[in-house]
């Protein structure tokens, strides 16, 4: 079984659009995140969330928006998606009180 | 923020020899993660060592940490083809919840 497994692995699109990547955790963390790697392979914290709490809301384009419906679940809206937007978006979970974050497989948009 | 560099960015190595990658932060940490990432894949968890902590082993793996000088580094010791990857480390400084990230070293080791 996938412990965090995120959806879809690949995603193309054109400028413009608005699209979702899904993430769900079955590890019972209470912590889940988003990170974005670039070209670079440099990740950058997005958001976090805490038993369906936001506690970490970094600067990124309001047109990220997060959702977490339940704890072992943590999804990603885009709008208006720019090619600055291309990048491979991992998310991941952890135990508040044990600092060793699980990963997905990450889902690489690729904006046109 | 970036706070943690890695050193070398890059690594070539002969199968069978030692590798070793640094990281440097810059502020006051409570623990240090190494993490190491697959070509394609995500991240998987290596190893964490608390700031109290001098030096850990897992494995062929080995961290140290020099709060003095604010570095660690990580030996994998007799090198395989399957630890080419790149290898980032990650600090915690606070409790809020977020790590702070180095740029990651690509390990490259030849057969």
């Known amino acids: ?112 | 923020s970036q706070q943690g560099e890695e050193d070398p960015q890059a690594l070539s190595i002969q199968e069978g020899e030692n590798a070793t990658m640094n990281c440097s932060y810059k502020t006051s940490i409570n623990n240090l993660q190494w993490y190491r990432q697959n070509s394609g894949r995500g991240l998987v968890h290596l190893i964490l060592i608390r700031s109290n902590e001098r030096e850990k082993h897992s494995g062929r793996l080995r961290v140290t940490l020099d709060t003095s000088k604010k570095s660690s580094s990580l030996l994998i010791t007799a090198s395989r083809a399957a630890d080419t990857a790149s290898y980032f480390c990650a600090t915690d400084r606070d409790s809020n919840y977020q790590l702070i990230w180095g740029a990651g070293t690509k390990l490259i080791i030849k057969p």
């Open chain 1, 1 to 112: 079984d996938t412990a965090v497994s995120q959806t879809p692995k690949y995603l193309v699109t054109q400028m413009g659009n608005d699209k979702s990547i899904k993430c769900e955790q079955n590890l019972g963390h209470d912590t889940m995140y988003w990170y974005k790697q670039d070209s670079k392979k440099f990740l950058k914290i997005m958001f976090s969330y805490n038993n369906k709490e936001l506690i970490i809301n970094e600067t990124v384009p309001n047109r990220f928006s997060p959702k977490s419906p339940d704890k072992a679940h943590l999804n990603l809206h885009i709008n208006s998606l720019e090619l600055g937007d291309s990048a491979v978006y991992f998310c991941a979970s952890s135990q508040r009180t044990v600092r060793e974050l699980f990963f997905g497989e990450g889902s690489r948009l690729t904006v046109l």
